[in-house]
């Protein structure tokens, strides 16, 4: 059996791990008394009556689906779509950008909500209210709040992120577009000086937006500050492009079509001073530079921080759509029967191509409900855990994402197929997740990279080679704890052997410390194959880890539901092999 042949890979690799036992699973009487709602409650972070309230929201005409409109039709419906949104009210309440900071957790339960009516909705209110009015939010001062977020929240100044360039996706700290200070007028000069250095792939820019959080090198007094953002009208209040900017639009796309991408360059376009957003770094009249904080490089640590909540919404995205697929395919598993009564789900083979993907979702649920704690919930958050966490399960679950989707679409045969099944839909929309806000490979690069910097990692020592085998493979039912343990090794089995990879090529580099530095470096990417394995290591050893402290709190028949999970999360998983 597959689950065999998996455990069998994982004994041969990680005999050394430390087991710890855990309870047995599978009972069957435990697993047929799970109340529904209790689930229900356990999946939903929190918000359940927001949460709510938006959904019944989405019930109305304007919000189902029409596949039969043309592009411009598309993208107008969604417009109208955002519009109704933020006119609606949600128990007492409407949606209010300052949530961003002030609320998080409802800013964010309203927003992921909009991902169970259509994809191209969710981004575009992302784009709006995340990237460009978070980043006002977090960035800019009172004077920006007070101009800015109002109309905001109306849709009156449609908003749009421009931090990629054509030539800088990944490297952002490496984009060239410039804002030179003129003390003489008080104005920021923005400029872009080459096609290289223009927007690219800018959400909202293509037909509606009319101002743009625009991140630039700055300079004042001849001095290089770094990357800045700063507020730019691209249109004015009835819709012509601003002088010195030009727009265009990127056209119809392999998906997410309601969303008006575009491409935009800066002919010395010059905005007021208060156009700076000041919260961490201020030019004042007469041309000084100030910054609480002292580097380049801090700061600009600082300007991209807002990503991590564009992260983890597209990451619950990502989840939404796996709890969309695999409801969608279960359930005509449930109903359709073949070669006579027998139904497809009865199946072993159809079983074993939907039930992993169920069981990676709420693995992956709730991992994402400890990286809200982690990041919303805490007095002082710890924000290396929050990158680590927000990088990884952003990778994870967009990648998971491509593939439950396909298994389920499969497992729906022809009627799979059919834009009104929403898989197939859902497929091409989300297609883009895997490498926008932050691609996969680069996110678990930075998973390991965190990992290494750890100063525990110098003191781990190799596991012991003299020790006893772990005889799981032909037990009737493997404990999720046995399983937690031997993720847990894995994973420290993949430092080590990236640890002392950079460790050999700095030892080799017979230079000094700038030498050693660089054949470290060196070294870490020759060997990303095994840098991508262990940010996927570190985040199931993590889900696993969270889904058994859920356990622990849960009465018996939820221990029991979600220890099968668990199991079937990565006894089955479809990734391949673990190492």
């Known amino acids: 059996m597959e689950a065999n042949r998996r455990l069998n890979v994982l004994e041969r690799q990680l005999c050394a791990a430390q087991v710890v036992e855990g309870p047995e699973l599978f009972e069957a009487a435990a697993l047929s008394a799970i109340c529904p709602k209790q689930l229900e409650s356990l999946l939903v972070h929190d918000n359940a009556e927001l949460r709510s309230a938006v959904y019944d929201l989405l019930k109305e005409d304007i919000f ?98 421009g931090m990629t360039e054509l030539g800088h996706g990944s490297n952002v700290m490496g984009i060239e577009t410039a804002a030179v200070y003129d003390a003489s007028s008080q104005e920021f000069v923005i400029t872009t000086p080459s096609n290289e250095a223009s927007k690219f792939w800018i959400g909202g820019s293509g037909q509606h937006g009319k101002i743009c959080s625009v991140f630039a090198q700055l300079t004042v007094n001849g001095v ?54 000041d919260r961490y770094a201020s030019v004042d009249a007469a041309g000084n530079y100030s910054s609480p904080i002292p580097t380049v490089s801090a700061r600009f640590g600082t300007m991209v921080g807002g990503l991590t909540t564009g992260r983890i919404l597209i990451g619950q995205g990502a989840i939404t759509a796996c709890m969309i697929g695999t409801t ?16 497809i789900g009865d199946y072993l083979t159809h079983q074993r191509r939907l039930l992993p993907g169920l069981a990676v979702t709420y693995a992956l649920q709730l991992g994402m409900k400890q990286l809200k704690v982690a990041a919303f919930d805490s007095p002082r958050p710890d924000p290396k855990l929050v990158h680590v966490l ?82 799981l493979a032909n037990s009737p039912a493997a404990s999720a704890g046995q399983l937690h343990s031997l993720l847990q090794a894995h994973e420290r089995c993949l430092l080590l052997q990236l640890r002392d990879a950079m460790a050999a090529a700095a030892a080799a580099s017979g230079g000094g410390k700038a030498a050693a530095a660089a054949a470290a470096s060196a070294a870490f990417e020759e060997n990303l194959d095994l840098v991508v394995l262990l940010g996927w290591a570190h985040v199931e050893s993590r889900c696993m880890g969270y889904m058994l402290d859920e356990a622990r709190w849960a009465d018996r028949c939820f221990k029991c539901c979600i220890e099968c999970k668990s199991a079937a999360c990565w006894l089955h998983a479809g990734r391949g092999e673990v190492g």
């Open 64 to 161: 189902k689906p029409n596949h039969y409109l043309s592009l411009l039709e598309f993208r107008e419906l969604t417009l109208q779509r955002l519009k109704r949104f933020v006119t609606a009210d949600f128990n007492g309440r409407g949606f209010d950008v300052r949530d961003y900071l002030d609320d998080p957790r409802r800013f964010m339960a309203q927003l992921e909500s909009l991902s169970f009516c259509d994809y191209s909705l969710a981004i575009k209110a992302g784009v709006h209210f995340t990237l460009c009015g978070g980043t006002i939010c977090k960035l800019g001062t009172a004077k920006h709040h007070d101009a800015l977020l109002p109309r905001l929240n109306t849709l009156d100044l449609p908003g749009c992120f």
């Open 224 to 277: 290089w500050q770094g990357p800045h953002v700063f507020m730019v009208r691209i249109r004015d209040d009835n819709g012509a492009v601003s002088p010195g900017v030009r727009i265009k639009d990127h056209g119809p796309k392999m998906g997410l079509n309601g969303v008006d991408n575009g491409q935009i360059w800066f002919d010395s376009v010059r905005v007021p001073r208060d156009s700076l957003l």
């Open 328 to 343: 969608i395919a279960l359930r005509y598993a449930a109903d359709r029967p073949q070669f006579g009564s027998k139904l």
């Open 390 to 471: 927000s990088s990884g399960l952003k990778a994870a679950a967009t990648w998971s994402r491509v593939e439950v989707l396909q298994q389920c679409r499969e497992c729906c045969g022809g009627m799979g197929f059919l834009a009104a099944n929403k898989i197939g839909p859902m497929k091409t929309d989300m297609d883009v997740d895997v490498t926008f806000e932050g691609d996969n490979t680069v996110m678990m690069q930075q998973v390991a990279r965190a990992l290494l910097d750890d100063p525990a990692t110098a003191r781990l020592t190799q596991p012991s080679t003299r020790c006893e085998r772990i005889p």
